[in-house]
């Protein structure tokens, strides 16, 4: 069978780039996904109490970009949902990220935020090149700090320490030096009115976008022919592990429903210092669904399992650096997403990839 654009994998990235072929070029495009169903990790779905859930975790959109922002409201609306996580800490339950009020709670203070600006410079600990997620840390709030809040979270979440980890993991989080308790600062912010996976289906409607759903593209691929071939899947499994194995980090997610309406104070409840979850999500506090019972989910990230986190460490980054030169060589394969770039890209970066490299494969017909 021949189609001009084939896609692997029916995630945000495989199905922003079929939308576009289909809508903007009028050309046919096949998805080839290995689930059972479309979105890949932003799927969410009712469960048997009727409440939607994120089967692959909590997922808020929030982007800068505008593009990406009229790209997607094309095919949703949104709810005015801004994110707020509580961290438990020493008995009681602080804002993160590191707020004003985060710090006159755990220090028992009632400082302004001139005042917190001095404590914080205070307490940090002055190094000369910052090379690591623990350096980004200890310059930012100092030792106790870092002890209470990052450390033990980030050895939960990854596996190791955050001296062994890249600066990017823990420079995802905000110091905020006022009384915004907004997980993001971001200027578009909010959950999918219908949810995630309303929203992918709305992406492919459209009579020019085949899907084959529960099918890996290696089943399929000698039976196909193609100018283009948009890959969303794992590189190493591309290239058959030539340089090895990716590491990746993975997650149990654990989902409980409560015989009652609410379950916690905030959307999302981190713990960590305490048990071996990282955190508790409860979805109705997203997603503003009303129901008389209540669904959460807990984390358990581990090694074994689906490839969520791409592992951002130098050796892993110095490993991909090997496949990279083999998607370098390729003139018929666009690598794209998080799991073919191996890159801790949120939604929005991910779209905006998606747009960007649809915008290449245009230029390059004329
Ligand atoms: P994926 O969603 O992984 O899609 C890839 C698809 O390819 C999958 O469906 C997979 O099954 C399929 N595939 C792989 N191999 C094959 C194969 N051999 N054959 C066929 N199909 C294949 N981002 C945010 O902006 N906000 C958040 O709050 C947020 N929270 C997150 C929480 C968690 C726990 C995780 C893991 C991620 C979170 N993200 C969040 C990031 C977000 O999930 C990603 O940016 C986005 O889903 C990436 O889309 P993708 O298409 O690149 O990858
Ligand atoms: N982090 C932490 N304590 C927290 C929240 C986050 O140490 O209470 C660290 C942890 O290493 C995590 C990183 O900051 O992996 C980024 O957090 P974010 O909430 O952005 O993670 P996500 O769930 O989006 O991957």
Redesign the pocket.
């Known amino acids: 069978m021949n189609f001009k654009y084939v896609v692997v994998g029916a995630g945000l990235a495989g199905l922003t780039m079929a939308e576009r072929i289909a809508t903007e070029l009028n050309e046919k495009v096949l998805v080839i996904e290995k689930r059972n169903h479309i979105g890949g990790n932003i799927y969410d779905s009712y469960n048997e109490d009727g409440i939607l859930i994120h089967n692959y975790g909590p997922h808020i959109f929030h982007t800068n970009d505008r593009g990406v922002y009229q790209y997607l409201s094309k095919f949703t609306k949104w709810n005015d949902f801004w994110h707020r996580v509580l ?1 438990y800490v020493d008995g009681n339950l602080v804002p ?1 990220p590191i707020t004003v009020e985060t710090i006159n709670k755990l220090y028992n203070l009632n400082l302004d935020c001139s005042r917190v600006d001095e404590f914080l410079r205070h307490q940090s600990v002055e190094i000369s090149e910052i090379k690591t ?1 623990k350096d980004v840390a200890l310059s930012k709030v100092g030792q106790d700090i870092y002890e209470k ?2 450390e033990s ?2 050895k939960k ?2 596996g190791i320490d ?1 001296a062994d980890l890249d600066t990017s ?2 420079s ?2 905000p110091i905020r030096l006022n009384r915004d308790t907004r997980y993001f600062s971001d200027k578009y912010q909010g959950m999918p009115t219908h949810g995630y996976t309303k929203m992918c289906e709305k992406m492919v409607a459209n009579k020019n976008i085949k899907i084959l759903l529960n099918t890996d593209y290696k089943e399929v691929m000698n039976d196909l022919t193609y100018d283009k071939l948009i890959y969303t899947g794992q590189t190493d499994e591309f290239y058959h592990h030539k340089h090895g194995k990716l590491s990746y980090r993975s997650i149990n997610f654990a989902f409980e429903t409560f015989d009652k309406e609410d379950y916690q104070e905030a959307p999302v409840v ?1 713990y ?1 210092n305490d048990y071996d979850y990282t955190r508790i999500t409860e979805f109705k506090k997203l997603t503003w669904q009303e129901n008389k019972k209540t669904t959460i989910c807990k984390e358990f990230p581990c090694d074994e399992g689906e490839p969520y ?1 791409p592992f951002p460490t130098k050796e892993c980054k110095e490993q991909f650096e090997h496949y990279e030169e083999e998607m370098k060589r390729e003139n018929k394969v666009i690598f794209l997403g998080r799991l073919a770039e191996y890159r801790y890209y949120n939604m929005d970066a991910v779209v905006r990839r998606a747009l960007d490299t649809f915008s290449d494969i245009v230029a390059g017909l004329k």
């Open positions: 961290t993160m997620s809040i990052f979270y980030t979440q990854w955050p993991v823990i995802r989080i981190n960590p986190y």
